[in-house]
């Protein structure tokens, strides 16, 4: 349900919210939602896109206190290898607060361009590694907080997380994507 809304002399007001049907349970959204299927859903679509060139790899950074998956996509060109190892890495996350539901849009339009033909994604591909963790707290995402993940405090949760992002080695997960070919 979209609500209109207008702001006048720096005041946001909602226009009165209508509920048409009875005994319906209804959410009022902050703002426009992307949930934990949403990402599943998306990092499908962008594997497909991926697919024929080798440029992307899924893995399972860790499993979280809740029992699901927390992804990390490698994309690059995984060719020649050896130069693989020298490129710089682009460290990118996204939803470590699960409310900022704005910043899965921005990572689906990263994921979306970096693996495009589109010459200058190409060429990003080529000089550079990507690491992106689209949804560093899904817990918090699928539990509805705003700011925590389902046990740990933020802070501990980042800082585990980031621990952990930091142990990989990239070009490594690079590679694994030349074995595979
Ligand atoms: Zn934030």
Sequence with gaps: MACAHTVADSIFRLSPVQFPHE???CFIAMC?????????????????LAQKRRILTRS??????????????????????????????????????????????????????L????????????HFVFEVIPMLNPDGVIHGHYRVSLVFSFVAFYCSITFLAGS????????QTEETM
């Excluded at 693996?115 to 080529?126: G, N, Y």
Aim: with cysteine.
């Design 23 to 25: 005994d319906d349970v």
């Design 32 to 48: 426009y939602p992307f949930t934990y299927s949403d990402l599943s859903n998306l990092l499908l679509k962008v594997e497909n």
């Design 60 to 113: 399972e950074l860790c499993k979280t206190e809740g029992g699901v998956s927390c992804e990390i996509l490698t994309i690059c060109n995984p060719r020649p290898p050896s130069q693989v190892e020298r490129r710089p890495v682009f460290f990118i996350s996204g939803r470590v607060h699960p409310g900022e539901s704005n910043a899965s849009f921005i990572v689906k339009g990263i994921l979306q361009f």
């Design 115 to 126: 693996v495009s033909d589109d010459d200058i994604a190409r060429e990003l591909r080529d």
């Design 168 to 175: 990989l080695s990239p070009p490594h997960a690079c590679a």
